[in-house]
DNA sequence: CAAATGTCCAACTGTCTGGTTGGAATTCTT
DNA sequence: AAGAATTCCAACCAGACAGTTGGACATTTG
């Protein structure tokens, strides 16, 4: 049989995603991503270099999919309620991106983040579209673009960060599944643009 | 010297909120803390029982301050902004906390969470606030006061989670220290409720 | 003061982990 | 088909780590 390396690569980043989505870069351990992936943990050190790196690879990988699977076109803009709950949907069938996210902030400052550079200008469109949209008066302009992406992705994305903290403080609340907190995020994030 | 374990007990707490802050449950390191507070390591096990256990008395410390520090009087809920903004403010003082709370949401569901009652009763009677003043007409009532709650949180605490991120939104923005963050997120949430 | 209780600590242990290595098997090159 | 290059893997290693232990020392009790 030839060699497949594209695959055993696939095997391991596949693994390796829900290992570091679940345990963190320190709690991953890299006998269970190989194991997991039906190969050998040499593979690894062979492919990625370290696990640190395979971490960064596994990041990057989930970012490229989150980037092309919730796109924002100049119109989608004009209702960036809708764009919040299209990013929220994202999450909930997605929940391993905002915990890597967070394991990331977490160790933020002790190694370098990675791909800082497509990020920079993935978000740098997201602005741009957002003061276009603005600035021709399809949204309110009293906030800054940069600002009102923050809250789109804090609003989005506190949910899954602080699960437990979410929990306590819906208790008193009897409708709380997905559906419901959909409608209130997109409700909110149009109340900030109205 | 009499002996005093409750500055024994209370070092311990003190370096082990920097240890757990910095490194989580999963990485910090026991003797570390010990070190760092001057004391054999072995304290640990006799007041704390494990070091999960410590990094849950730590967090039940932690939260009772922040309860302490942050009130919100039922005047106060009438400019849900400025409450905002006190969140924030504790939160630029004592960066830990956020950490420790994001810490707690990754490990999640494999363990229990830490003074539940307490925590619960703490939101609903922030809640209760917040639907008082929906129901006295002094805030906009269209939004559930517990996601009401949740904005709040989510809009102060995203900046902490995930710093990078943050970082990299924030590129082409020329004013962004903690005041312009704040102003943003003060008038956000006025917003949310005028 | 003597027994009992509680506090402290240095050294130890069994286990786990990221990372390595040496060589066997497989494919590519010429 | 010979040899070079690459992929694979089992076994190994050195260090780290949570938690323990046994006993010295201090304090309280009666």
Redesign the pocket.
């Known amino acids: ?5 594209a695959k ?1 690569k696939q095997l391991l980043l596949d693994a390796a995603v829900e290992e570091f989505a679940e345990h963190g870069p320190q ?6 991503i190989a194991a997991c992936a ?10 990625f270099g ?3 790196r395979l971490f960064t690879a596994v990041l990057e990988a989930e970012l490229a999919k989150v980037a092309a699977d919730v796109p924002l076109t100049g119109e989608q803009a004009t209702d960036l309620g809708e764009y919040a709950g299209r990013v929220f949907d994202y999450h909930c069938a997605h929940p391993h991106f905002l915990r890597l996210l967070a394991w990331e902030g977490l160790q933020d400052g002790r190694v370098e983040v990675a791909a800082e550079d497509e990020r920079r200008a993935h978000y740098a469109e997201k602005v741009a579209a957002f003061a276009k949209a603005q600035a021709e008066g399809r949204i309110a302009g009293d906030v800054d673009p940069a600002h009102l992406l923050y809250a789109v992705f804090a609003l989005v994305g506190w949910w899954f960060s602080v699960p437990q903290v979410v929990r306590m403080m819906m208790a008193g609340t009897p409708d709380d599944g997905p559906q419901a907190r959909r409608a209130a995020l997109v409700h909110m994030v149009r109340r900030l643009t109205a």
């Open positions: 049989m030839a060699w497949n390396t055993t709690g991953a351990r890299v006998d269970r039906g190969v050998n943990k040499e593979r690894i050190y062979q492919y370290s696990k640190q």
